[in-house]
């Protein structure tokens, strides 16, 4: 291990369709910004997953993303991942620049395929199969940055395809030259592909440390395809945390949960902060130069101090 996490490279990760309104959220974000952490980031989803009601229902993540940058000030902001199913691409390169410009270029742009069949038959959102997910996936990250990327007073043009442009006028720009976009998942072609020609940063959510090795490799390999130093790139992993002072709080963190706290330690970071300080030592040696915390109760910000706080003052 060549260097240390810090806060800094510590992102919440929060998945508000299971159920929470913005004011859960923005406590949530308020906070993270507070302890110095990276970033907040949500989920974009529609429908609750496993059980549970998803009351007060599914609050719909740019709208969230606006209102935070309007309600935080330093913290970075994002999602992971936005759907390509759900939006046409000239609206999302709006709704995507006009948040850049809301929060004063704090905003990082997650976006994949879609996986959850049950969201799109819920609101009737057309769910094509694999293959054309993908080819609509690319055909968008190719608009969303032809479109950033066209010098003002000049138009945007690309017929054809999925998604036909005709002199777009490619407004509004954001604040930033280009939001860095966050590619991520366990395809062994398209995905490292996909990353490897438009990604800031590449994310394994919910794997194993040997897998996140695997693929971050093949990214790699598929950056020196195309003559583009993989170094350029962030690597990063999401997984769940949880996290107590001793024991009993570990349990009792989990049991909110629904899960056991073995089944967490093997699969995520949980245990005490010597131990979590451990795991995350261990990502960092298979290459995680950024992690997100997978935070489900979101009622508990005394678990967001604990990890800031005592965790890191392992990790130090």
Known sequence: MTESLHITDLRIFTEPQQGASYDDLLRVAQRAEELGYGAFFRSDHYLVMGDGDGLPGPTDAWITLAGLARDTSTIRLGTLVSSATFRQPGPLAISVA????MSGGRVDLGLGAGWFTAEHEAYGIPFPELGERFDRLEEQLELITGMWATPLGETYSKPGGYYS??????LPKPVQSA???VIGGGGPKRTPALAAKYAAEFNTPFVSREFFVEQTDRVRAACEAIDRNPDE???????IVCVGADENEVER????LGREP???RENGLCGTPAEVAERMRSWRDAGAERLYLQVMDLADLDHLDVIANDVMAELS
């Not at 790139?233 to 997984?239: I, R």
């Open 262 to 264: 073995g089944e967490l």
């Open 253 to 256: 963190r989990a049991a909110a």
């Open 165 to 170: 442009i005709t002199d777009s006028p490619a």
């Open 233 to 239: 790139l962030v690597y990063s992993a999401a997984l």
């Open 179 to 181: 939001p860095p976009i």
């Open 98 to 101: 006009q948040v850049d410009q």
